[in-house]
């Protein structure tokens, strides 16, 4: 299968900084890459589509301004999180398709003190 | 309605037994099917996928669907403890591949 890596793996910040997580699709390109947030014991939850070129597409109830997203290129895609609170600490995961199937990043866990 | 329905489980089998997990979804028009294992603190990694009714093998995983119900299941033969996780059913809805939605998962448990 297609590789994608994210980074960092773990991450804490304190309340009120911002914090930028990286998605690289390693051995293909990504027109279009997934954030998805999953808090503990509930399933992933879509946050925004990001599109290579053009502004990403947020689920609704995603603040846009909050969760900047950022796909430069057809291998990187960011999520930054800004002005971070104790309530955004949870687990962040990209994936990207390739083919016929949607491969994940490792995931990203942010704790917010 | 849920787009995607899971038990939630926990569902527990005994060491080498048939493991079955179902699920459901809402959109008719939907295409293309997969299974994905999530141990915990981990992301998601690709097991099946599935496009036309009926069965698919692939070692000890036979995924089945059935459009009509609008039902895809995993069954999982000779359960091992490594195979204890959370699998979660995903289904990509619509033409352009782009929305691809999840089910909260089943947990499943294999006791040695």
């Known amino acids: 299968g297609a590789v994608v890596s994210q980074h960092p793996s773990r991450v804490i910040c304190k309340s009120g900084t911002s914090v930028k997580i990286e998605c690289r699709s390693l051995?293909?390109?990504?027109?279009?890459m997934f954030w998805y947030r999953q808090f503990p014991k509930q399933s992933l939850m879509l946050m925004a589509t990001?599109?290579?070129?053009?502004?990403?597409?947020?689920e609704q109830g995603v603040e846009k301004d909050k969760f900047l997203i950022n796909h430069a290129s057809l291998t990187l895609s960011t999520l930054t999180v800004t002005s971070a609170h104790p309530e955004d600490s949870s687990f962040y995961i990209c994936?990207?398709?390739?083919?016929?199937?949607?491969?994940f990043g490792q995931g990203t866990r942010l704790t917010v003190v | 309605q849920k787009e995607v329905e899971q038990n939630s489980g926990p569902l527990s089998v005994p060491e080498g037994a048939i493991a079955s997990l179902n699920c459901t979804y809402s959109?008719?028009?939907?295409?293309?099917f997969f299974w994905y294992r999530q141990y915990s603190g981990k992301s998601p990694e690709l097991i099946m996928f599935?496009?036309?009714?009926g069965d698919k093998e692939d070692g000890r995983f036979t995924a089945q669907l059935n459009k009509a119900s609008q039902y895809v299941s995993l069954l999982i033969r000779d359960s091992q403890p490594s195979d204890s996780a959370t699998y979660l059913c995903?289904?990509?809805?619509?033409?352009?591949?782009?929305?691809?939605?999840f089910g909260a998962g089943t947990r499943l448990t294999v006791k040695p």
């Open positions: 994936s990207a398709r390739e083919g016929r199937g949607a491969f």
């Open positions: 995903a289904v990509i809805r619509g033409r352009s591949g782009n929305d691809m939605r």
């Open positions: 051995d293909f390109q990504a027109t279009t």
């Open positions: 959109d008719r028009g939907s295409q293309s």
């Open positions: 599935i496009y036309s009714n």
């Open positions: 990001s599109n290579e070129g053009s502004k990403a597409t947020y």
